[in-house]
Structures are given as structure tokens and as C-alpha cells.
């Protein structure tokens, strides 16, 4: 384990040191890095029934009372909503996101997702649902059969499971029913509004655009273009030239990315050390019980008493201390932490340390 930690870092320690070099000499499209204000996607929410489970549905009363009102206005009628079977249907909150410029006709995915104590919406059908945006306006109407990608049996108090069965997929199952307006910038100009803020990058980007339009960098994430006259009618076509337009980008801040629940650390490029020592050692602590009884002898007026006998042991291995000088540097991080042999845990708990202390001179990502 720790042979294949230390190949994997020393690896790591090779790419990472490619990236400065290339990322002078790489060129990037501004449609890669930057989105136009005001264009985006919209939300979209509704609730439905799922029918035709075998028996996984749930067993809420509210659900039956929904499934009374769809017969009702399907022109059916019955007396009481537990006259419906319980299992067959489930209560479902359908999720959907409208690209811009939707038209009417057009057809997006929608998310599934069961809301009582359902136990699987495989096999399920979704019955016509309106979707609404957060005004309120009804925007798409969703239905069709759920494609769950797993499996989940129970079957004499045993349950097997492939996926998360109570959430599931219906692509193209929804229809938009109206034009979704989008607006393209301003009375006479666009924002460019980049992924990430960076000063760097924003000042990059006016420059180029501005070898085809009035442009400027207006804070950290947004650059301001003026549109010529000439497309003042043609917006689109200005916009397929600016986004086509190459920068050069820049490095990402100084980052380490460590995810506790698989052990997973990511160490970026340029990240420094100020001089700090770092221990390392295991603290074993074992503490077992072991159950007795107290038997009185013939003669004596007592009775019988169990007790707790408690040993404890602690088995500590020898720790290893090693000194890190002044802006050490990605690589000396990696051998210093490899010499000692650490594992994927204990460099995550290493690397938590650094940076409370001050020393780690870089963003820790804890996912």
C-alpha cells in the first residue's frame, strides 16, 4: 500500500509539473470559459403519481387521496380514496431544467423522485404532470415510463439493491408548451461573464475582444462588450465571433483537494510550505472485558456477584518527525510525507494540520 501511495504521488508529482509549461503556450475559446449574462436555464417543479408498481409503491393516505382526485377528473368517481389499492402507485416530486431559447414542442428530461415510503419506482409509470416554474406559470407537461438503471428485490425478509431505485429518469419525457424568452444583453451591449473569478483572466479577455469591439473588464468575473452597429440586428453572429476568439488561460489557484469518505487527496501545482515540522506515528488502544463471578463460600451469608474484569492495552509504534524548510514546494511535500510512509488517512489528517497551523500555502478542498 504504501509502494503503491508513493508511485501514485510521484506520478501526480510528474503531470502536475507539465501544467505551468503548457499552460503558457495553450489557447483557449472564450465560449469555454465564459457564459452570457442574463442567458441561462430555468427551473422547473411539479407533483405527480407514479402507477403500475408491483406492490413497491407507498402507503400514504395522501397519495390515495390523489389518486381519488386523477379519477375524478378523468371522470371517474369513487366513494372513498382507500378503495384503491395500496403498493401500486407512489407519490412523486418531478424535477426537470428548460434550456434557453426553448421553443414550443420542443422536449426536455425529467428527474423522478419518490416523496412517502416507496420502496422502488421500477416498472412505474408517470402519469401527465404539469410543470411550473417558481412564478407559478405552467412552463412543460411531463409523462411516461421511469428508467431507474437498477434493481431493488426483497424477498423473505432479504433485499438486494443495484442502484437508488426511488429516484429514476425519463428522457425526452417532457414537452414545453410555450416559447421560453431569452433576452441577448443589454440596448447596446453583452456581459461576459466568466466561469471563475480571475482578475488575470478577465483582463485577457477584454483585451482580445477588443480587437473586434469595444470591450471592458468591469470587475472580477464580468467584461462589458459594446456591440457595433453593424450587428446591432445580428446579434447572434457577433456573438459566434467573440466566442470563437482565443485566450490564453490562467492557472488555478494554489489547491488541495482531499475527500475524507474514499481517501482520495488531490494535490495541485504551486503549492508551498512554510517551515513546519510533522510527526507521525500510530496509538493503539485496546481495551477488552472479560465477565467473573464472585461465589461466597458454604459458610458465609452472601450472595453471588458477577464483576468486570478490564485489561488495557496500548501499543504505540515508534513516530517519525521530519522538518520541512521554507517554501518547499509540491514535489519536496510529496517525498517528504512518502518517506515516512504515510497512507491515504493518515496524509489527509497531515495535510488538515498544515493548514490550521499556517503552514500549508494553499485552499484546502475537504468533499
Known amino acids: ?7 501514485f504521488l510521484i506520478m501526480m508529482v510528474m503531470f502536475t509539473g507539465l501544467i505551468p509549461a503548457q499552460a503558457i503556450n495553450a489557447k483557449v475559446r472564450i ?11 430555468n427551473q422547473l417543479v411539479g407533483y405527480g403519481v407514479v402507477v403500475g408498481l408491483p406492490g413497491t409503491g407507498d402507503n400514504s393516505r395522501s397519495t390515495q387521496i390523489t389518486n381519488q382526485m386523477l379519477l375524478r ?10 378503495y384503491i389499492q395500496k403498493g401500486a402507485s407512489a407519490a412523486v416530486i418531478v424535477t426537470a431544467t428548460v434550456p434557453p431559447f426553448s421553443k414550443n414542442g420542443d422536449k426536455i428530461d425529467v428527474t423522478v423522485s419518490a416523496m412517502a415510503d416507496c420502496k422502488s419506482l421500477e416498472g412505474g409509470v408517470l402519469v401527465q404532470t404539469i410543470l411550473k416554474a417558481p412564478n407559478g406559470e405552467a412552463v412543460a407537461v411531463a409523462q411516461g415510463p421511469l428508467s431507474v438503471g437498477g434493481i431493488n428485490k426483497i424477498a423473505g425478509g432479504s433485499s438486494a439493491r443495484t442502484a437508488i431505485t426511488t429516484t429514476g429518469r425519463i428522457p425526452g419525457g417532457a414537452i414545453i408548451e410555450r416559447d421560453i424568452y431569452t433576452e441577448i444583453g443589454d440596448e447596446n451591449s453583452i456581459t461576459l461573464s466568466i466561469d471563475r473569478s480571475d482578475y488575470t483572466l478577465v483582463s485577457r479577455i477584454a483585451k482580445t475582444v477588443s480587437q473586434v469591439a469595444p470591450a471592458q473588464a468591469i470587475d472580477g468575473s464580468s467584461v462589458r462588450v459594446e456591440i457595433p452597429a453593424k450587428f446591432m440586428n445580428d446579434r447572434v453572429s457577433f456573438l459566434s465571433i467573440i466566442e470563437n476568439l482565443e485566450v490564453s488561460p490562467t492557472m488555478e489557484p494554489a489547491k488541495v483537494v482531499v475527500n475524507e469518505r474514499t481517501g482520495t487527496v488531490v494535490i495541485g501545482a504551486d503549492v508551498k510550505l512554510l517551515p513546519a515540522a510533522v510527526a ?3 496509538i493503539t488502544v485496546t481495551v477488552s472485558t472479560t465477565n467473573d463471578v464472585s461465589q461466597p463460600n458454604a459458610f458465609a451469608n452472601g450472595a453471588t456477584v458477577g464483576f468486570e474484569n478490564a485489561d488495557i492495552e496500548i501499543n504505540k509504534t515508534p513516530g517519525s518527525l521530519i522538518n520541512m524548510p521554507a517554501n518547499s514546494n509540491l514535489n519536496d511535500l510529496v517525498r517528504a510525507l512518502n518517506s515516512i510512509g504515510v497512507a491515504p488517512i493518515d496524509l489527509i489528517s497531515i495535510l488538515q494540520a498544515l493548514k490550521k497551523s499556517g503552514s500549508l500555502q494553499a485552499e484546502l478542498v475537504i468533499i
Request: include cysteine; aromatic fraction near 4%.
Open 1 to 7: 500500500m504504501k509502494k503503491f501511495l508513493s508511485c
Open 280 to 282: 507521525h506515528g500510530n
Open 73 to 82: 377528473n378523468l371522470g371517474t368517481i369513487i366513494e372513498q380514496e382507500n
Open 31 to 41: 465560449m469555454d470559459l465564459t457564459h452570457i449574462k442574463g442567458v441561462r436555464e
